[in-house]
């Protein structure tokens, strides 16, 4: 059924106000990271454009380094998520042993412990292994993950029994059903789960801030926090740069995973 | 013959034992990884924390002095702590239906066939993109009291300046503003995923019946929602108890303790005062909250929420 | 190389509760077509996947020539198996698909590229070997799965209604062309399908199954003249048989069918059926014959006529029951009209009503020169 034309009108001016109003401050950062500090003080819309502020960002702050830690470490909690999750689906999808059915409900039930409330020892765990500073120490607390195995487990299931059923006439083993099968079947909803663990891990905050006490690991979301309490507050343009490559990254992720993500999530959230 | 038949009968219940063991250690092959995981990071850390909360510790978290419940009779009676406590309900409930209906009308909007739709959903979602920190920066700028976006607008009104980060009647509503945003692109992406799962011939049936447009709203689509406004309603109150970025950028628990969330407390507890013993009785405390919480949603909602 | 499977009193049940198969005693020839046919739910499916080993044996013994294979795992068995929704693997193509078993098998590489080609040409897959699944036809699935079952060499092939997500026109083609692979290849070939037709056309024995037990087994044309009880008359055979209660009427020797026919029996019929207190008989539709000079008329009235063009069908209402009849050529018979027929009390079938099993076969049952009498089998 088509819409008539008032209502039309109507609708795309909501919006346009709306996406504005939401958008808004993503962009204003954006603009004022390529003006001059003197405009941006002076209250003027952008006179001049200019890459001064990125630049300052890269010659004063191990901008760089950040953003090689942050690839590191999301991309290998994105890989150990990946395993481990499919791992565990498999199991309680494709095998059938005793206890099956409560080790599932445990782990499901880990979804309801916050990470918050147990940093804690978590801290103490990994300063105990001589892990604060590392790549582990920032990765490894995050691999095992209810809700990427929850989101697995359903599209799983979905693979129709008899394809196992007939490798195992074959003669294939689990192992290999799993990863000569499986993950090929299911390639969408991994990925789906991949940009997800990506963004969440890119975006993390607590872990970083504590798990870290130099540049040599240390993520770019507690770079930006330097940054923020250690730049003169006049230094806006400097500041949304540093913002502007932050985000960069996980927008361009986000454009072009938002269908899959979406799909993947919902199925996650409702079935 | 029938000796030879019992005997048979003994091999094959041998073999069935054989073949359920070897399943088993199979099925927790795949499973191990997680384990470990899983009691290394959570269920170890879980019994610690509760362990921690009868002690008092040295500065590095070493549980030196067994004080039974003295660390929760101190959070009761603490001021400070009874004020996080406030703020942190406050908090959820200024963000979590905001965030919700926001995110809801702005699905229904991105939902209708339009050309160029596509744009909207990608600029609604944006903020899911955005981390913590960066969102707070772009916040912070527009809290400027002196040339922040947010002032210069109440100026052109003629209204005078909010010191919205340290005006103690401002700094909660300004975090709360700064987070629901932040929620928005999330919240919008499963809501939105919600709304295109509802089968179509519901709304054709409608219009035969000559159903209007908000009838068709609330008669099809918040109910066939429900199973998803149900989840992000779950997410959103979660992830409200778990804020802690804004506040360590933005207000570090202040003005005068308003923005003290408990998260942030706890953190500042243990890892600026080294209070090991009574952060851990505050983290305890936060564990129960959102246990309780999950539990009560989901007795309750059970019930109400139409599943498809 | 070829293996027959025995089964010794095989039964299956669900948590020591619902049984699916009650004292299964079955032995499958090597070579042979064997074709297990049931409704829904008869646990034809279930049988057949334990002998593939997907499902365990509760109780009973199950060989694979003389080894006992209960607690075997599927892979040695030795077996293959083509699945109702054919279970390719949506990912690979067409070759990958044949191969994949090979592969796990370790089979050498310039044996795997021989018989791939060998078997892609004679079930005619040669162009489609670099396609996935979903770029094919319904057909071109089956093949790819049929053609994998082929390929592995394996000496017994279970199918498990391999036709039934085909067309009628396809189904047709492919039951012709899955006889003649497994005739090639000497196959023991174990047929799981509810539908009788494909039973009766491809089975060298048949075995029909209802609710766990085996109702009867034997060649196609043995069921279809001689079923060992009601359930296998109205199972197999297309009309199904036609079937009626008989009150029996001493004085005047005929038996009265559903209170309206009334049928001339001999002297020796009646006698031998005179144990037998409820009598039902079975008549094929073929046996309700145009009406002949000097044979015995009946008058039924037609509630329906099909006509076919080579062959018209006519259903009659006899009592509570819907006789057919088939009759060869084009007959122009109207609706309502009471036509005569001819019915013969040699062509009745009788089947004791309380037990179901058969008393008695017609005549097309025996062989030239037999004298009728009773013949029971179990």
């Known amino acids: 059924m088509s819409i008539p034309l008032p209502q039309k009108i109507i609708l795309y001016v909501l919006l346009i106000v709306t996406s504005l109003m939401v958008f808004l401050p993503t962009a204003l950062a954006f603009i004022m990271s390529f003006m001059t500090n003197q405009d941006i003080l002076a209250g003027n819309l952008p006179q001049s454009f200019t890459l001064d502020n990125y630049k300052y960002v890269f010659e004063n702050f191990p901008m760089l380094q950040y953003l090689i830690n942050s690839f590191v470490v999301s991309i290998v909690i994105m890989i150990g998520q990946l395993l481990l999750s499919s791992l565990a689906a498999y199991a309680f999808v494709f095998l059938e042993f005793k206890g099956r059915d409560i080790i599932f409900y445990i782990f499901i039930a880990t979804m309801m412990i916050p990470f918050e409330a147990s940093v804690i020892p978590n801290f103490q765990t990994i300063r105990d292994l001589g892990w604060l500073d590392t790549y582990q120490g920032l990765t490894f607390p995050f691999f095992a993950m209810a809700f990427g195995t929850f989101l697995l487990r359903q599209n799983f299931k979905m693979i129709p029994k008899e394809l196992r059923e007939a490798s195992l006439i074959e003669g294939i083993g689990d192992f290999k059903f799993y990863l000569t099968v499986v993950l090929p079947v299911a390639k969408t909803s991994l990925i789906t789960l991949g940009v997800y663990g990506f963004l969440t891990s890119w975006n993390m905050y607590l872990w970083p801030l504590l798990a870290t006490t130099n540049d040599k690991v240390r993520t770019v979301q507690i770079g930006l926090k330097q940054m923020s309490s250690q730049e003169q507050l006049n230094q806006w343009g400097v500041l949304m740069a540093g913002s502007v490559i932050v985000v960069i990254p996980t927008l361009l992720l986000l454009f072009f995973g938002q269908k899959h993500l979406q799909k993947g999530l919902t199925d996650g959230a409702v079935k | ?308 | 190389m070829t293996e027959k499977i025995t089964m010794n009193n095989i039964v299956k049940r669900y948590d020591k509760e619902v049984t699916v198969l009650d004292d299964i005693d079955l032995t499958i020839n090597e070579g042979e077509f064997f074709v297990m046919v049931g409704p829904s739910g008869s646990g034809k499916s279930t049988l057949l996947r334990m002998i593939a080993g997907l499902e365990d044996i509760t109780d009973g013994v199950m060989k694979i020539d003389d080894n006992v294979i209960n607690h075997l795992p599927p892979k040695k068995r030795n077996l293959s198996m083509v699945f109702q929704s054919y279970a390719l693997y949506p990912h690979m193509t067409v070759r990958d698909n044949i191969l994949f078993g090979l592969k796990a098998r370790k089979v050498n590489k310039e044996e795997q590229q021989k018989r791939l080609h060998e078997t892609a040409e004679m079930i005619g897959l040669s162009d489609y070997l670099d396609r996935k699944p979903r770029q094919l036809s319904g057909g071109q699935r089956q093949r790819v799965a049929l053609a994998r079952a082929i390929v592995s060499q394996a000496p017994i092939c279970l199918m498990d209604e391999p036709l039934s997500n085909l067309d009628a026109k396809l189904r047709a083609n492919m039951r012709i062309e899955i006889r003649r692979l497994q005739r090639q290849f000497g196959l023991t070939m174990v047929y799981v399908t509810h539908d009788q037709v494909e039973a009766m056309t491809m089975g060298d024995r048949i075995m029909v199954l209802d609710s766990g037990k085996i109702q009867q087994v034997g060649r196609p044309i043995d069921l279809y003249n001689e079923p060992a009880n009601l359930f296998v008359a109205s199972f197999i055979g297309s009309p199904k048989m036609n079937i009626g209660t008989v009150q029996k009427d001493i004085g005047s020797k005929k038996f009265i069918i559903e209170g309206e026919l009334a049928v001339d029996v001999p002297d020796r019929v009646i006698e031998s059926l005179k144990d037998i207190p409820n009598i039902t008989v079975g008549i094929r539709a073929e046996h309700i014959t145009p009406p002949e000079e000097g044979k015995e008329i009946h008058t039924l009235e037609v509630m329906n006529v099909e006509n076919l063009g080579n062959e018209t069908s006519i259903a009659f209402d006899v009592g509570k029951e819907i006789w057919t009849a088939k009759w060869p050529g084009q007959w122009d018979i109207k609706v309502g009209e009471a036509l005569p027929v001819n019915i013969s009390h040699e062509d009745f079938a009788y089947f004791d009503s309380d037990t179901t099993q058969l008393i008695r076969s017609s005549r097309s049952a025996l062989k030239e020169g037999d004298e009728i009498d009773a013949v029971q089998q179990k």
Not at chain 2, 26 to 55: A, R, V
């Open chain 2, 1 to 308: 013959m029938q000796s030879s038949r019992s005997e048979l009968q003994d091999v094959f219940m041998k073999q069935k034992r054989k073949t359920r063991r070897k399943n088993f250690i199979k099925g927790i092959m795949f499973l191990l990884p997680s384990i470990i995981l899983f009691s290394l990071f959570l269920f170890y850390p879980m019994i610690k924390t509760l362990y921690l909360s009868f002690f008092l510790t040295d500065m590095a978290g070493t549980p030196t002095v067994f004080v039974g419940l003295d660390n929760y009779i101190q959070l009761y009676t603490s001021d400070i702590f009874r004020k996080s406590f406030i703020s942190t309900f406050l908090f959820v409930l200024y963000i979590v239906p905001t965030s919700i209906i926001i995110a809801l009308f702005l699905a229904v909007l991105a939902n209708e066939k339009l050309k160029g739709v596509g744009l909207f959903r990608t600029m609604y979602s944006s903020t899911m993109g955005i981390s913590v920190a960066a969102g707070s920066i772009f916040w912070m700028y527009l809290f400027n009291p002196s040339m922040g976006l947010l002032n210069e607008a109440l100026g052109v009104i003629g209204i005078d300046s909010i010191g919205w980060l340290t005006d103690p009647d401002w700094a909660l509503i300004a975090i709360s503003l700064t987070t629901i945003w932040m929620n928005i692109g999330f919240t919008f992406l499963i809501l939105l995923g919600g709304l295109q799962s509802i089968d179509q011939s519901l709304y054709e049936n409608a219009n035969i019946e000559g159903a209007g447009y908000f009838r068709k709203l609330f008669q099809i689509t918040v109910p066939m929602l429900s199973p998803t406004l149900f989840f992000v309603l779950v997410v959103t109150i979660i992830n409200a108890f778990q804020t802690f970025g804004q506040i360590d950028i933005l207000t570090k628990g202040g003005p005068q303790y308003e923005t003290n969330l408990i998260v942030y407390s706890i953190y500042r507890e243990a890892f600026v005062n080294r209070q090991f013993g009574p952060a851990s009785a505050q983290a305890v405390v936060l564990f129960v909250i959102i246990l309780i919480m999950t539990v009560v949603q989901f007795k309750f909602a059970e019930r109400k929420v139409h599943y498809q």
